[in-house]
């Protein structure tokens, strides 16, 4: 199976100002978000990263979708390195994450014709990927409502259906189901599947438990910036059930326990 992701030694550190020293209740200058963490995704896996809030997690993607550069360390998608070729990455891959705000005037038919043409998508193909998922995402009906008066949860769907507005060969899913409603929510893990079944290689992450169980080929544990288990969903669990597992490496890592 060859790799569409690999990351390799990945570390990001963020200074704090003395606002966010205070409100982190700690005298150190420095934060290590992403300390040094490898693992690959094979195409067509799903693979998820899986942690707490502060783990890490957002960092890492956001280091693979080349918003931030890392401090050290590297990674390939699609054959592009982060570090090098930044531009090429953004060609082949598709993120969202709830940090992306979408401008409440702008209507959905807008935002995706916009995307569509800076990923320059051939007019023809717009249009029937347009029907295709505006229709699967129930957003054909509101295609000219503006985004301030859409609820949480179909402008959630927006900025996944603008993800995928240029058929990206890597998907890159920041809790793509966190804040919504149930039934949005069995909407995206459903469509996640639909995904997978078509063979797309998929990184999600996730705090929740059920969703990275469901879904995932493989996983990767994130705490504190470092991953305490990376291997297959089963190899990973090792006979327990995923949020036992999670627990027990939580409180190994809290002890000084060593990853694995």
Same mark, same amino acid.
Do not use: W
């Given at each position: 199976?060859?790799?569409?992701? *690999?990351? !390799?030694? =990945?570390?990001?550190?963020?200074?704090?100002?003395?606002?966010?020293?205070?409100?982190?209740?700690?005298?150190? *200058?420095?934060?290590?978000?992403?300390?040094?963490?490898?693992?690959?995704?094979?195409?067509?896996?799903?693979?998820?990263?899986?942690?707490?809030?502060? *783990?890490?997690?957002?960092?890492?993607? @956001? /280091? #693979?979708?080349?918003? +931030?550069?890392? &401090?050290? %360390?590297?990674?390939?998608?699609?054959?592009?390195?982060?570090?090098?070729?930044?531009?090429?990455?953004?060609? !082949?891959?598709?993120?969202?994450?709830?940090?992306?705000?979408?401008? &409440?005037?702008?209507?959905?038919?807008?935002?995706? &014709?916009?995307?569509?043409?800076?990923? $320059?998508?051939?007019?023809?193909?717009?249009?029937?990927?347009?029907?295709?998922?505006?229709?699967?995402?129930?957003?054909?009906?509101?295609?000219?409502?503006?985004?301030?008066?859409?609820?949480?949860? /179909?402008?959630?769907?927006?900025? #996944?259906?603008? *993800?995928?507005?240029?058929d990206p060969s890597v998907i890159i899913?920041?809790?793509?189901?966190?804040? =919504?409603?149930? =039934?949005?929510?069995?909407?995206?893990?459903?469509?996640?599947?639909? #995904?997978?079944?078509?063979?797309?290689?998929?990184?999600?992450?996730?705090? +929740?438990?059920?969703?990275?169980?469901?879904?995932?080929? @493989?996983?990767?544990?994130?705490?504190?910036?470092? /991953?305490?288990?990376?291997?297959?969903?089963?190899?990973?669990?090792?006979? /327990?059930?995923?949020?036992?597992?999670?627990?027990?490496?939580?409180?190994?890592? $809290?002890? %000084?326990?060593?990853?694995?």
């Amino acid at each position: 199976m060859n790799d569409m992701i *690999a990351v !390799q030694n =990945l570390r990001k550190v963020f200074k704090l100002s003395k606002k966010q020293q205070k409100i982190a209740n700690t005298k150190e *200058a420095e934060i290590t978000a992403v300390d040094g963490i490898s693992f690959s995704v094979g195409r067509g896996e799903v693979f998820g990263l899986l942690g707490p809030n502060g *783990a890490g997690k957002t960092t890492t993607l @956001r /280091m #693979l979708a080349t918003l +931030i550069r890392p &401090d050290s %360390g590297d990674a390939v998608l699609a054959g592009a390195g982060i570090v090098r070729e930044p531009e090429k990455v953004r060609e !082949q891959i598709g993120f969202l994450t709830s940090e992306l705000k979408l401008e &409440d005037f702008f209507t959905p038919n807008y935002l995706y &014709d916009f995307f569509s043409e800076l990923h $320059q998508v051939e007019p023809a193909v717009s249009r029937q990927r347009k029907k295709e998922l505006f229709e699967r995402f129930g957003i054909d009906r509101y295609a000219e409502v503006k985004v301030g008066d859409l609820s949480t949860g /179909m402008r959630q769907k927006v900025s #996944l259906v603008i *993800a995928l507005v240029h058929d990206p060969s890597v998907i890159i899913f920041d809790e793509p189901t966190n804040g =919504l409603d149930v =039934l949005t929510a069995r909407v995206v893990t459903d469509f996640l599947i639909e #995904l997978k079944k078509q063979g797309r290689t998929i990184l999600v992450s996730s705090h +929740i438990f059920s969703l990275i169980d469901k879904i995932c080929d @493989r996983v990767g544990v994130l705490i504190d910036g470092r /991953m305490a288990a990376c291997g297959t969903l089963e190899a990973v669990k090792d006979g /327990m059930s995923l949020e036992d597992r999670f627990f027990a490496l939580y409180d190994a890592s $809290q002890k %000084g326990g060593e990853s694995l």
